[in-house]
């Protein structure tokens, strides 16, 4: 069992910014590529980031594109989601993902398969 752990969700006002970050043991955390997810109340988990297992490759969902930025210090054992120009459409539970399985990892992370392990969230609120 993969235990993620994420930190630093709160209440900021719009345009504002905020850092989460997520943690794990750290034989897994440098094994796994690795993402961030968010469900806004009445809607879908979508991914907003993800990052391959070296940190070398990274995607962004078209919303969040200049605005998030994912990083993974593997000596550190910790994932970073700096979140930039915080808008009321940002308010969601913030979730950490990682997946250990190495073939098209990021890209079936993305999806959220059966083999992406999650963390419990951590709530980020944005007020206009």
């Known amino acids: 069992q993969v235990q993620l752990v994420e930190s630093g969700g709160t209440s900021v006002q719009s345009g504002g910014s905020l850092k989460l970050s997520c943690t794990t043991s750290?034989?897994?955390?440098?094994?796994?590529?690795m993402g961030w997810f968010r469900q806004a109340p009445g809607k879908q988990r979508e991914n907003v980031a993800s990052?391959?297992?070296?940190?070398?490759?990274?995607d962004y969902a078209d919303s969040v594109q200049g605005r998030f930025t994912i990083s993974k210090d593997n000596a550190k054992n910790i994932l970073h989601l700096e979140m930039n120009n915080l808008q009321p459409e940002d308010t969601a539970m913030y979730y950490c993902?990682?997946?250990?399985?190495?073939?098209?990892?990021?890209?079936?992370?993305?999806?959220?398969?059966?083999?992406?392990?999650w963390g419990q969230g951590t709530q980020v609120t944005v007020s206009s």
């Open positions: 993902a990682a997946r250990l399985s190495p073939f098209k990892c990021t890209a079936r992370l993305r999806m959220g398969d059966e083999q992406t392990n």
């Open positions: 750290g034989n897994i955390f440098s094994a796994s590529c």
């Open positions: 990052i391959s297992r070296s940190g070398d490759s990274k």
